[in-house]
């Protein structure tokens, strides 16, 4: 009793290192920390490297495939406004050509019109010309009929017949004017 | 004085728990090298070595639950303890942190885990060895990064300031380095384990002693074991802490060590 009450003078000093426990405390720390480098640390900072690596990789693939999905818009985008430019110039060369066709077509009509006139014109006059000279010398031989039955003589020279019947005729013209 | 622990009506008188507590006898053999406290420390050594082998074995990109565990643990210490502390050199310590935390707390948490229910860090000599290794590993990364004149002129004579204060400054500067640091380091640790287990003895002892006396004192036994039972998990998060601390404060001799000027 009285013992255990006064132990307290003979307290071991907890402050007071024990040799074997300094030794143990050392190596052991040192063996832990031995395994830990060699073996532990160098696997997970090869997974995190692998993880970063991994998730990186990922981010690359997608900013990859989103360039190449904007590439081909803008390669359908140029291809259509490139058609639709050729529609617009096929529509633009048609609207000419019949424009033109027309234009010729109508020069051709006016050509054709005017050459239909022009021959009607010359084969009118032509008719008129033979008209005319028959006319002259049907209406100087009847004329010189008439004439000599009213005279009562023939006038037989030819030469002077027709000298008459010229006179007479453009005097008549004259007169006409 | 004596009166104050016969709590039992007759038969013997309370004994308080004390620091003789602490000092136990070889579990077999007759050394000092088998004692409960040393088959701890190699306990430790040996569970934390698994423990961390077997998670980091796979090293798989997408990781298992174990080696989710062991990663958990391992980037906190490389993360919050050696890179945003140390900053760009820190992957150098990381081993050593890393070493010194699971080492510390798994040794602390032998305090509350059942049938070992001893911290072996309430032994002053194992705080004392990582104490010297926490001194010889920052101030020898000082003198390698600065080479030793301008580490022990920066520690001496702190820049931008006058000169008769260094009478008094630089003792206490060159106490805090080679004396304050470890000391306090070491002791911290030990005084916290300590304690922490004392009270435990206290109030599960206590309980116990209070059962064999008379029937109201059989009463109040169970609130000395509730108590008891309180106060381990108080202790699960002071061993935590403990560990957490010895480390932290390692990180930044580190730091303190590698920066130009302290």
Same mark, same amino acid.
């Given at each position: 009793?009285?013992n255990s009450?006064?132990?307290?003078a003979?307290?071991?000093?907890?402050?007071?290192?024990?040799t074997?426990?300094?030794?143990?405390?050392?190596?052991?720390?040192?063996?832990?920390?031995?395994?830990?480098?060699?073996?532990v640390?160098?696997m997970?900072?090869?997974?995190?490297?692998?993880?970063?690596?991994?998730?990186?990789?990922?981010?690359e693939?997608?900013? #990859? !495939? +989103?360039? *190449? &999905?904007? %590439?081909?818009? =803008?390669?359908?985008?140029?291809?259509?406004?490139?058609? /639709?430019?050729e $529609?617009q110039?096929?529509?633009e060369?048609?609207?000419?050509?019949?424009?033109?066709?027309?234009?010729e077509?109508?020069? #051709? !009509? +006016?050509? *054709? &019109?005017? %050459?239909?006139? =022009?021959?009607?014109?010359?084969?009118i006059?032509?008719? /008129?010309?033979? $008209?005319?000279t028959?006319?002259?010398?049907?209406?100087?031989?009847?004329?010189?009929?008439?004439?000599?039955?009213?005279?009562?003589?023939?006038?037989?020279?030819q030469?002077?017949?027709?000298?008459?019947?010229?006179?007479?005729?453009?005097?008549?013209?004259?007169?006409?004017? | 004085?004596?009166?104050?622990?016969r709590?039992s009506?007759?038969?013997?008188?309370?004994?308080?728990p004390?620091?003789?507590?602490?000092?136990?006898?070889?579990?077999?053999?007759?050394?000092?090298f088998?004692?409960k406290?040393i088959?701890?420390?190699?306990?430790?050594?040996?569970l934390?070595?698994?423990?961390?082998?077997?998670?980091?074995r796979?090293?798989?990109?997408?990781?298992?639950?174990?080696?989710f565990?062991?990663?958990?643990?391992?980037?906190?210490?490389?993360?919050?303890l050696?890179?945003?502390i140390?900053?760009?050199e820190?992957?150098?310590f990381?081993?050593?942190?890393?070493?010194l935390?699971?080492?510390?707390?798994?040794?602390?948490?032998?305090?509350?885990?059942?049938?070992?229910?001893?911290?072996?860090?309430?032994?002053?000599?194992?705080?004392?060895v990582?104490?010297?290794?926490?001194?010889?590993?920052?101030?020898?990364?000082?003198?390698?990064?600065?080479?030793?004149?301008?580490?022990?002129?920066?520690?001496m004579?702190?820049?931008?300031?006058p000169?008769?204060?260094?009478?008094?400054?630089?003792?206490?500067?060159?106490?805090t380095?080679?004396?304050?640091?470890?000391?306090?380091?070491?002791?911290?640790?030990?005084?916290?384990?300590?304690?922490?287990?004392?009270?435990?003895?206290?109030?599960?002892?206590?309980?116990?002693?209070?059962?064999?006396?008379?029937?109201?004192?059989?009463?109040?036994?169970?609130?000395?074991?509730a108590?008891?039972?309180?106060?381990?998990?108080?202790?699960?998060?002071v061993?935590c802490l403990?560990?957490?601390?010895?480390?932290?404060?390692?990180?930044?001799?580190?730091?303190?060590?590698?920066?130009?000027e302290?």
């Amino acid at each position: 009793m009285e013992n255990s009450l006064y132990a307290a003078a003979e307290k071991v000093n907890p402050l007071v290192p024990h040799t074997a426990e300094l030794i143990v405390g050392a190596v052991a720390f040192l063996l832990l920390f031995l395994v830990l480098r060699s073996r532990v640390v160098p696997m997970f900072e090869k997974a995190f490297t692998e993880r970063t690596a991994a998730i990186q990789g990922g981010m690359e693939r997608a900013e #990859k !495939a +989103q360039l *190449e &999905a904007q %590439r081909a818009l =803008a390669q359908y985008n140029d291809q259509l406004s490139t058609a /639709r430019e050729e $529609a617009q110039k096929m529509r633009e060369d048609a609207r000419v050509q019949g424009t033109a066709i027309v234009e010729e077509l109508r020069v #051709k !009509a +006016q050509e *054709e &019109a005017a %050459r239909i006139t =022009a021959a009607a014109h010359a084969s009118i006059e032509s008719e /008129r010309q033979q $008209a005319v000279t028959s006319l002259r010398s049907e209406v100087g031989a009847l004329a010189v009929e008439l004439a000599s039955k009213i005279v009562g003589e023939a006038l037989d020279d030819q030469a002077r017949q027709s000298r008459i019947v010229d006179r007479f005729l453009d005097d008549l013209e004259k007169s006409k004017k | 004085m004596r009166s104050l622990f016969r709590l039992s009506g007759e038969g013997e008188g309370f004994v308080p728990p004390s620091s003789n507590d602490f000092e136990l006898p070889p579990v077999f053999g007759d050394n000092a090298f088998t004692t409960k406290p040393i088959l701890l420390v190699f306990l430790s050594v040996i569970l934390v070595s698994v423990f961390f082998l077997l998670s980091s074995r796979k090293a798989a990109v997408v990781p298992s639950k174990l080696q989710f565990a062991g990663e958990s643990i391992y980037s906190f210490v490389r993360n919050d303890l050696g890179r945003d502390i140390i900053g760009h050199e820190f992957m150098r310590f990381v081993p050593y942190l890393f070493t010194l935390f699971t080492f510390v707390l798994t040794n602390n948490i032998f305090g509350i885990v059942p049938f070992l229910q001893f911290p072996t860090m309430s032994r002053v000599s194992f705080p004392y060895v990582l104490a010297v290794f926490t001194f010889v590993v920052f101030h020898y990364v000082g003198i390698r990064k600065q080479g030793i004149v301008k580490y022990l002129k920066d520690i001496m004579f702190m820049p931008g300031v006058p000169k008769p204060v260094y009478i008094l400054l630089t003792p206490i500067e060159l106490a805090t380095f080679f004396l304050v640091r470890p000391l306090t380091l070491s002791l911290r640790l030990f005084a916290n384990m300590f304690a922490g287990h004392l009270l435990l003895l206290v109030f599960i002892l206590g309980g116990e002693h209070l059962f064999q006396g008379v029937l109201g004192l059989k009463l109040i036994s169970p609130f000395a074991f509730a108590f008891g039972i309180g106060l381990t998990f108080f202790e699960f998060m002071v061993q935590c802490l403990q560990a957490y601390i010895f480390t932290l404060l390692t990180a930044l001799y580190i730091a303190g060590a590698l920066a130009d000027e302290h």
